[in-house]
């Protein structure tokens, strides 16, 4: 059996958000998603099983991981080892592009990298869905990551979760949006998104609206995206993500992800559409601010961005291919069939 393997993946950025749990421990979504994954920032993960070792040895960006973040991906190789029959401890040596826990989507491409190394170098060999179920273990948004341009996540009715997988919707070629990545603050995230959306499922008034509100707002992102209709993405865009943060800022304590940069880019980006520009904003589990905007404004968008004071950093992405394995050559290939 080969025990070694590398995989290569991109972060998602949802366009219609993901924010909560059916099951914890399977990490069943109460509801789908849909998001664009994006290269220009990546992951790339090797993992090396060895049964001589005693432990997982786990390096994130050539530092030895500890604490829960530890113990979170041991969980995980666990939940690997069991389903390949396997008991051999793993070392995963994983390196980010962009910076990891601070709200930019590094558990999606991470746990995406993740699970297509492990099945490679235990010689399992997973359709599509199934690698995607496989990710979701890891984090709700990396069963996304699988595929490359415009995923919707199915939350699935099955007990089990073996329906709860990502779809493609629409290739990396289908669109060419542009991601504009404002960041606001150098700071890792306050609170993590499984803590953050457990938290709002028991205590926020606004948790089952928001959760009935997310199977309309997938069909009108759907047929946006299809149309490639900007200004009608943009409103469902920008409405799915000002819906679940208003449930986690409605829990109690209220979790409260945007900094003072954050609200100021939100009415910036909002000034710049009625001024007639092709831009929307979206913000996840941290307080930086992803601008869409179409490739033709990108230059113009930052430009604009750039003057509003404290913004300095930016990170630029494109749509970009699903999670692909790496030869010994540097070679990337998508060896995984999407049925079989
Ligand atoms: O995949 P997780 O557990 O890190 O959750 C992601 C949650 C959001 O990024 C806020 C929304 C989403 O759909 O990606």
């Excluded at 009608?232 to 986690?248: D, I, N, P, Q």
């Amino acid at each position: 059996m080969r025990m070694r393997a590398t995989a290569v993946a991109h972060p998602n950025i949802a366009l219609v958000k993901y924010w909560g749990k059916r099951d914890e421990l399977l990490n069943l979504p109460a509801a789908g998603s849909l998001s664009l994954t994006l290269k220009g920032l990546q992951t790339r993960t090797t993992v090396v099983f060895d049964p001589s070792q005693d432990r997982d040895l786990i390096m994130l960006n050539g530092r030895s991981v500890v604490g829960k973040r530890y113990d979170r991906l041991v969980r995980y190789m666990d939940y690997i080892r069991d389903i390949s029959g396997t008991n051999a401890p793993a070392t995963i040596y994983t390196e980010n592009d962009f910076p990891t826990a601070a709200g930019l989507a590094s558990s999606s491409s991470g746990f995406a990298a993740l699970a297509a190394a492990s099945c490679a170098a235990l010689g399992l060999n997973p359709t599509l869905s199934q690698l995607s179920a496989i990710a979701r273990m890891g984090s709700g948004s990396a069963a996304r990551s699988i595929y490359g341009g415009y995923a919707e996540m199915l939350p699935g009715v099955q007990e089990h979760g073996g329906d709860a997988y990502a779809v493609p919707v629409a290739s990396d070629v289908h669109w060419d949006l542009r991601c504009l990545m404002v960041l606001t603050t150098n700071h890792e995230k306050s609170i993590g998104s499984t803590e953050a959306m457990n938290h709002t499922a028991q205590t926020s008034p606004f948790f089952d609206a928001w959760v009935d509100s997310v199977p309309a707002d997938i069909e009108e992102a759907k047929t946006a995206i299809m149309d490639r209709d900007f200004d009608r993405l943009a409103k469902v865009a920008e409405h799915s993500c000002l819906k679940f943060h208003a449930s986690a800022i409605a829990s109690d304590p209220g979790i409260i992800y945007w900094n003072g940069l954050t609200i100021q880019i939100v009415h910036k980006v909002r000034q710049l559409r009625k001024e007639g520009m092709n831009l929307f904003f979206t913000i996840d589990a941290g307080p930086h601010v992803k601008v869409f905007c179409e490739s033709s404004q990108l230059a113009a968008v930052k430009g604009i961005l750039r003057t509003i004071p404290g913004v300095t950093r930016f990170l630029v992405a494109q749509p970009g291919p699903g999670v692909m394995l790496e030869d010994e050559q540097g070679r990337l290939s998508a060896p995984w069939p999407s049925k079989r």
